[in-house]
T-cell receptor, first 114, second 117 residues
Framework: DAMVIQNPRYQVTQFGKPVTLSCSQT?????MYWYQQKSSQAPKLLFHYYDKDFNNEADTPDNFQSRRPNTSFCFLDIRSPGLGDAAMYLC?????????????FGPGTRLLVL | AQSVTQPDIHITVSEGASLELRCNYS??????LFWYVQSPGQGLQLLLK??????LVQGIKGFEAEFKRSQSSFNLRKPSVHWSDAAEYFC???????????????FGTGTQLKVEL
């Protein structure tokens, strides 16, 4: 029944060591999103894919990249994690880009940077 | 630019008591409004959404919300809270992103609900 799956649920990395978080979906949705949520804060959109088209938010640091090799999978790459990148990373999907479309969220990956 | 304000950071209610979580939004056009709930260590689950029609919206788990355009509010209510409702609640406003597709959700900072037994 899982619709948006994120692996791993917890990830520990070292300062400056590249890390990849993964997301997969069984909904066949066109749009996939990545959010960063720091402790006691609102989720903040980093970027999204509409099909194969990548759309970066203006204030997303260059350190964050994403790949979507097919409809089902999307990856978040952090090239050189800093201590400030420790957060929960949430993946979400929506069928299309209409404002009323529900976004379906995965359980998140909690990233710890040592 | 759209924005969402949730004025209450923490709320504590007794089990069985009624609940109202406040949400105010700022948006130039007709807003698309959402309430999500996040249990500890989990992702966000949609409770309900409003985009047109009846201003009183029913959601899952016995929640409802009322859209009041004159007050720019979309408050979430539940007549009788259960201990399992303890979680963080996020109000959000959505808009279509014309360039590149996708819709953009802008979240409030959330309200942490504690339920006393």
């Amino acid at each position: 029944d899982a619709m948006v799956i994120q692996n791993p649920r917890y990830q520990v990395t070292q300062f400056g060591k590249p890390v990849t978080l993964s997301c997969s979906q069984t909904l066949n949705h066109n749009v996939m999103y990545w959010y960063q949520q720091k402790s006691s804060q609102a989720p903040k959109l980093l970027f999204h894919y509409y099909d194969k088209d990548f759309n970066n938010e203006a204030d997303t640091p260059d350190n964050f990249q994403s790949r979507r090799p097919n409809t089902s999978f999307c990856f978040l790459d952090i090239r050189s994690p800093g201590l400030g990148d420790a957060a929960m990373y949430l993946c979400a999907t929506s069928r299309d880009g209409k404002a009323l479309e529900t976004q379906y969220f995965g359980p998140g990956t909690r990233l710890l940077v040592l | 630019a759209q924005s969402v304000t949730q004025p209450d950071i923490h709320i504590t209610v007794s089990e069985g008591a009624s609940l109202e979580l406040r949400c105010n939004y700022s948006y130039g056009a007709t807003p698309y409004l959402f309430w999500y709930v996040q249990s500890p260590g989990q992702g966000l689950q949609l409770l309900l959404k409003y985009f047109s029609g009846d201003t009183l919206v029913q959601g899952i788990k016995g929640f409802e919300a009322e859209f009041k355009r004159s007050q720019s509010s979309f408050n979430l209510r539940k007549p009788s809270v259960h201990w399992s409702d303890a979680a963080e609640y996020f109000c959000a406003v959505g808009k279509s992103v014309l360039t590149g597709g996708g819709n953009k959700l802008t979240f409030g900072t959330g309200t942490q609900l504690k339920v006393e037994l």
